[in-house]
């Protein structure tokens, strides 16, 4: 059972002007499929070869023999995640519900985006800036490189890729503003409800 490329949930134009047809084509078409082409090379007559690549990510965590293809597979869910965190026409309010739970956690939604995007653009290097709930608390964390909150008790709900290819062509150094559109322009609350309304922790790595 290879692990297969799914396809953008919208056109590789749907997303502009906030992330350029370009960009949205080789970060899923190059680079997102280079994880998974490579997960698949790696994972080919391995007793892996059988499972999910959620399986693959949790069976290789923490294991430095298989860091290799834990980078591959989890950069595969990574982006597989990252693109149902966005639409077209997306941003502004969350759901009542999530949004209570935003004031709750947070203050309020504006500090919760102001929380989010500063995290992001501290990440040093590569990696994600998430929305987690944390045995039903939502927390803001970051992670460098392919690294996942799968933490115990952890849900990812939302995140944006911070690697430089992710908006460099359109953003340039302006990491900052990027996830900044990302929260104000881009993001699929109502993905993230359901979510949280949703996920389990037995099962937080389910699409
Ligand atoms: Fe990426």
Redesign the pocket.
Known sequence: MAITLPPLPYATDALEPHISKRTLEL?HGA??KKYVDTTNQLIEGTPHANKSLEEIVHATAGDAKSKKLFNNAA?AW??SF?WQCMKPNGGGKPPAELEKRIAADFGSLDKFRDTFVATGAAQFGSGWVWLIARRNKLEIVSTGNAEIPMDSGVVPLLTC?V?E??YYLDYQNKRDRFIEVFVQKLVHWEYAAKRLAQTTPEKELAL
């Open positions: 970060h680079h997102h950069q990574n982006h990252f890729d690697w290819h992710a």
